[in-house]
């Protein structure tokens, strides 16, 4: 089964690398909006608080969690489907610090 190669892609599917550089920019945080509690230390140990105040516009969608739904998608997906895009988006899993096991 073939995806296609990067430079083919709807926008909404590209690798993420592809959008920007992100090695080109010198980070002092990179947040894992995934992670619970994450954003609210960074916000708690930077004056970023003040930038961002106290709203959050949330994903609005109802009922249960995002990692719950991507597990039920995933399920979905056979063993060699799911190797293929492991290998295809393999530059994202890295930057982001994502592991099949979480998947």
């Known amino acids: 089964r073939s995806f296609g190669t990067p430079g083919q892609d709807d926008p909404h599917w590209s690798l993420y690398s592809d959008h920007c550089s992100p090695c080109l920019s010198n980070y002092t945080y990179i947040v894992h909006l995934d992670n619970e509690g994450e954003e609210e230390a960074v916000l ?38 799911l190797a293929d895009l492991y290998q295809r988006y393999w530059p994202d899993f890295v930057m982001f610090q994502y592991h099949m096991g979480e998947v």
Request: charge should be positive; charged fraction near 20%.
């Open 44 to 81: 708690n140990m930077t004056s970023l608080r003040q930038v961002v105040g106290g709203s959050r516009v949330m994903n609005p969608t109802q009922g249960g969690r995002s990692r719950d739904l991507v597990k039920e998608y995933i399920g979905q997906l056979s063993c060699d489907t």
